[in-house]
């Protein structure tokens, strides 16, 4: 299976995809572009260090959003996978690409949706909300992307405890090490091998 995997920062989910596939936990795929909206992302340069074709296309470059979605979608028009991954992609799909790519894009959101999930919440602002709410069990989730923010079908959860003295960054870190880097390699397996 080819997949595109989409990134806007640090990448470490895209780096638990890049060494699950290397130490076979996921098999028969191959990631044949890495795509950024934004330029500084250090996971262009974990692409670069694993010799995997990466591109930033930025909304910057374009006059208008219209044409920055256009823009997107030709890429995946061009390279034509069978999956596209966001691993921490912090921009809003295009409809465009939702209906011309049903079933075919996922997405890691870091709580246990539906909880804090949709407009707003992405990145720390999650675990943020997490704290604030005072909840005792978070997680991460994988869903299908639909034309909704975190709406479209799960296919994987995992729950991750909150303890005390947890700040933003550290809880974060934890459902990183405990859910989404073991979730989200484990539901690209998945659907490489029809078992979604
Ligand atoms: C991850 O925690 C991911 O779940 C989250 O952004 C972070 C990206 O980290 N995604 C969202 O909040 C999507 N709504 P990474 O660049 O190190 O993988």
């Known amino acids: 299976m080819n997949i595109v995997v989409l990134v806007s920062g640090g990448g470490t ?9 290397n130490n076979n936990t996921i098999r028969d795929t191959k990631i044949i572009e890495v795509v950024s909206n934004n330029q500084n992302a250090y996971a ?16 910057r470059e374009f006059d208008t959003r219209d044409d920055f979605n256009s ?13 596209i991954v966001l691993a921490g992609f912090l921009v809003n799909i295009p409809a465009e690409m939702v209906k011309k790519y049903p079933n075919k894009i996922i997405n890691i959101h870091p709580s246990l949706i539906p909880s804090f999930c949709g407009k707003g919440y992405y990145g720390l ?6 704290l604030a709410r005072g909840v005792k069990i978070t997680g991460a989730t994988v869903h299908f992307v639909d034309e909704g923010t975190d709406t ?3 296919i994987l959860q995992k729950a991750v405890e909150v303890q005390p003295d947890d700040t933003p960054e550290v809880l974060q870190r934890r459902v990183m090490e405990e859910a989404e880097w073991v979730i989200l390699p484990k539901a690209i397996d998945m659907i490489a091998h029809g078992d979604v």
């Open 13 to 21: 989910n895209l780096q638990a995809i890049i060494d699950a596939i």
């Open 125 to 130: 602002k999650v675990h943020e909300g997490a």
């Open 152 to 154: 479209g079908p799960i």
């Open 44 to 59: 262009l340069v974990r692409a670069k260090e694993n010799n995997i074709p990466a591109k930033c296309i930025s909304p």
């Open 71 to 83: 823009a997107l979608v030709e890429e995946m028009d061009r390279l034509s996978p069978d999956l």
